[in-house]
């Protein structure tokens, strides 16, 4: 018996001739008398005209199968202020098929199976597949059907949910290769009226292929091979998973406050950082390395502060993140440099050198030596350090604060010609973001995985002194010395 499982997803290439199948089954079923297993059907397209296709199919087939069915009508169906056109075909059974809007209302309070078509091309596809849910209550079947559009689009991600096992899904794929083998191109050339032949279904699915536009858009069209970078480089769902409790400052620089002297702002400015920042600092654990990553902005983008803890087993973690929106250099350079000097066993820093950036960078380098880089982001740069950012989240690793600004940032990553990135798009939120939180995460995470430099002082009393009597290390002459880690050995300078 066909569609035993109430769930079927169908990835496949385009336009070959799934929907089409569909119209049959569905002609088929609301044929049927209820005792035979009859039912509705409904038909999700992304549009009208998908939707005014399948009802054609569905009658056709009706026809060439005798079934007693009346005409195509119309109704109307209100939805809100809003009036969608409903194709539908009655069967002497009482069943009937609908063609529907995209809209996730229009599944909800029916009964039956359903069609959700063209599915990666739906703007609110978890909520269509939420009100489809429901059907199968009583017995009926959904197939989500769909060529792909993108690695990281709702309806892939929905497919690596099936294929994993997360759900009771079938998953079925259909490649041009396999649905020429049986028989697509000979169905093309009896309907157009050409001869087939070997030869010329191996030049048409060439021409398929060379005029998809890429390689990449080939394999995505024909292959079901999802694209990459026409979708989010990370899922919501992979980066909820990663998301705490934890708080995001932010100072935003108003008219008011770039119109004080450069001594009220720095006192607005102190008072700022003792009553958010300090409790904040003095929380973290002082056993623990941190590093820290920075993304510049003045005006247009955000300057994001993301310091990172690296926690037992590696595991990094972003104890709170600092958003400033249109505030002056020199304020933004006093931020910095409080909340550096109070992090605990400072690794590492990593600082957007881009733009105007690089003065705050090349300040940050004077005053943490080498401990600090002045970072300007290029390609090579990027496919460095993204991939192992994506990991991290991929495996558990990292945990950021559960704020919505911030998955939206790390949501505008998309792998652009290959290159994981932020694309030149605003996401809206705070300010005007840019994806600033995520360049932020990305050069800590960058930072934590640095060569460590760390630096300890230890003020040495006088020769005179028990302590310095007791401990062989200290030098003679009452002198202070300081020790440097870099790396693995020790070193011993002179004050």
């Known amino acids: 018996m066909a569609y035993q499982s109430l769930w079927k997803f169908a990835f496949k290439s385009r336009r070959c001739g799934v929907t089409w199948a ?178 010329a279904e191996i030049a048409w699915k060439a021409g398929l292929r060379r005029n998809a536009g890429s390689p990449e858009a080939a394999a995505e069209e024909y292959d079901c091979v999802p694209l990459h970078g026409s979708g989010a480089y990370l899922s919501r769902a992979l980066i909820e998973s990663c998301m705490r409790d934890a708080p995001v400052l932010r100072f935003n620089g108003s008219a008011g406050f770039n119109a004080m002297s450069g001594r009220l702002r720095e006192a607005e400015v102190r008072d700022w950082c003792e009553r958010e920042l300090k409790p904040l600092l003095e929380e973290l654990d002082p056993r623990l390395q941190h590093v820290l990553g920075e993304d510049f902005g003045r005006t247009a983008d955000l300057t994001v502060l993301a310091p990172m803890q690296i926690a037992e087993r590696l595991r990094l973690r972003v104890p709170f993140l600092v958003e400033l929106h249109n505030v002056p250099f020199r304020n933004q350079e006093q931020i910095l440099y409080y909340a550096c000097d109070r992090l605990p066993r400072l690794r590492a820093l990593k600082l957007d050198a881009r733009g105007n950036g690089q003065y705050l960078a090349e300040q940050a380098v004077y005053r943490y030596g080498q401990r600090a880089e002045a970072v300007m982001p290029t390609q090579a740069w990027y496919l460095e350090h993204m991939p192992p950012f994506k990991a991290s989240f991929e495996d558990g690793r990292i945990e950021i604060p559960r704020d919505d600004d911030t998955a939206s940032d790390l949501r505008a990553l998309r792998t652009v010609q290959g290159i994981p990135k932020v694309p ?48 062989p290390r200290l030098g003679s002459g009452g002198r202070e010395w300081r020790q440097v880690r870099a790396g693995v050995g020790w070193t011993r300078g002179m004050l």
């Open 22 to 199: 569909e119209a049959a089954d569905a002609a088929l079923t609301a044929a049927k008398a209820p005792s035979a297993g009859g039912c509705n059907h409904s038909y999700v397209g992304s549009g009208k005209d998908m939707a005014r296709e399948f009802i054609d199919a569905a009658a056709m087939w009706g026809r060439h199968f005798e079934l007693a069915a009346g005409e195509i009508g119309e109704e109307v169906f209100v939805d809100g202020d809003r009036e969608i056109t409903v194709y539908r075909i009655d069967f002497a059974s009482g069943f009937h098929i609908q063609a529907l809007s995209s809209n996730p209302s229009n599944l909800r309070g029916r009964k039956g199976n359903a069609t959700i078509d063209e599915a990666a091309f739906q703007e609110l596809l978890a909520q269509v597949v939420k009100a489809a849910a429901a059907l199968t209550m009583w017995g009926g079947k959904v197939r989500v059907v769909s060529t792909h559009n993108g690695e990281g689009s709702e309806f892939n991600s929905q497919l690596q949910d099936a294929r994993a096992g997360r759900n009771d899904w079938s998953v079925h794929r259909i490649p041009l290769e396999e649905a020429c083998e049986q028989g697509l191109y000979r169905r093309i050339c009896l309907v157009n009226g050409e001869r087939w032949s070997p030869e």
């Open 424 to 471: 030149d798009v605003r996401t809206g939120g705070e300010g005007d973001r840019h994806g600033d939180a995520a360049i932020a995460l990305c050069m800590a995470h960058a930072a934590s995985r640095a060569d460590p430099v760390e630096y300890g002082f230890r003020r040495v009393p006088r020769l005179g002194d028990d302590a310095a009597r007791r401990d």
